[in-house]
């Protein structure tokens, strides 16, 4: 494994070459090697270059390149302020999802994004120790592209994504308690029924 600086936007960029994979690490802003805001995971050739990182201003124009030039994985990226939890819309909202645009394009992109990642799975068998980090890494592939990685608004006007871990179940399991689905991809039509009230 080598270990490589760089910095972009006074943020220091530590480009790690393993074996098979490269991760571009971009610290926090105390700037100290393990703390970061960004670890980017490029899985195939061509690996990127401290030189490249140079080149970049800006943080969100090097995560772009990273993502859409050198088809990089999200591994880590700065983490909500807050966490709220949102209650689903409710069964009879009327949502019919056979005449939802939107979830269409969604389907051929969630079917191609779990191919990408058995594929990487039988590319790289040991990347992920348990059950939890496949999850995490099928989130990552979702929410890289853009149908899924806009904002959308909630009945309460805040806003939220389409793409959720840990999805609160459409109906209570016995005694009224719901279980959670692992990972769940959320119309913005659902959403816009979606409150900020647990039920």
Excluded at 77 to 85: G, L, Q, R
Excluded at 131 to 158: C, D, K, P, V
Aim: include cysteine; proline fraction near 6%; charged fraction near 25%.
């Amino acid at each position: 494994m080598t270990v490589a600086q760089s910095s972009v936007a006074s943020r220091r960029v530590y480009v790690v070459q393993g074996t098979r994979t490269q991760t571009i690490n971009i610290c926090d802003a105390n700037n100290r090697r393990g703390d970061y805001d960004w670890i980017v995971r490029i899985i195939e050739p061509p690996f990127v270059t401290p030189q490249e990182i140079d080149a970049f201003a800006d943080i969100d124009g090097l995560i772009r390149w990273l993502q859409q030039e050198r088809g990089g994985l999200i591994e880590q990226s700065p983490a909500a302020d807050v966490a709220t939890e949102i209650a689903p819309a409710p069964l009879d909202a009327g949502y019919l999802p056979q005449s939802d645009p939107w979830i269409k394009k969604a389907r051929a992109l969630v079917e191609s994004s779990i191919d990408a990642l058995v594929q990487q799975f039988l590319d790289f068998p040991y990347l992920h120790r348990v059950e939890h980090s496949l999850y995490a890494e099928l989130f990552n592939i979702l929410t890289a592209q853009r149908h899924f990685s806009q904002h959308f608004q909630l009945s309460s006007n805040e806003h939220t994504q389409t793409v959720h871990k840990e999805w609160p179940e459409t109906r209570p399991r016995e005694a009224r308690k719901r279980g959670n689905f692992d990972l769940a991809v959320v119309s913005p039509q659902q959403l816009r029924r979606c409150t900020l009230a647990i039920s």
